[in-house]
Nanobody, 124 residues
Framework: VQLQASGGGLVQVGGSLRLSCAAS????????VAWFRQAPGTEREFVAA????????YYADSVKGRFTISRDNSKNTMYLQMNSLKPEDTAVYYC??????????????????WGQGTLVTVSS
């Protein structure tokens, strides 16, 4: 599976962005998909995940209520809608997937396929 992330950019505090991640090589419809982020000097951090079979969603506490993970099976693309952005949301955002459900959806080591990352900068 190849993943191509896009949609990052510079946005002011309180603004919104939608990240996209287009997949090729395999359908995303039944896979577990997720977004992680990494700020300079920090470890990769879980943001959101969506389970393939049930479409259950999981979020980090820091983004709950502001971010939404979704998937468009017809386009084989996943999204991360980010609202009410804060300076601490500044990071490179990575999309990722794995074929089967893992209860450790927050652990980046559980994922097999990664996009190249897209930079989100929230300015105050």
């Amino acid at each position: 599976v190849q993943l191509q992330a896009s949609g990052g950019g510079l946005v002011q505090v309180g603004g919104s962005l939608r990240l996209s991640c287009a997949a090729s090589g395999r359908t995303l419809s039944s896979t577990q998909v997720a977004w992680f982020r990494q700020a300079p000097g920090t470890e990769r951090e879980f943001v959101a995940a969506r389970r393939g079979s049930t479409n259950s969603e999981y979020y980090a506490d820091s983004v709950k209520g502001r971010f939404t993970i979704s998937r468009d099976n017809s386009k084989n693309t996943m999204y991360l809608q980010m609202n009410s952005l804060k300076p601490e949301d500044t990071a490179v955002y990575y999309c990722t997937s794995r074929l089967n459900w893992s209860t450790q959806y927050y652990n980046p080591e559980q994922y097999s396929y990664w996009g190249q990352g897209t930079l989100v900068t929230v300015s105050s």
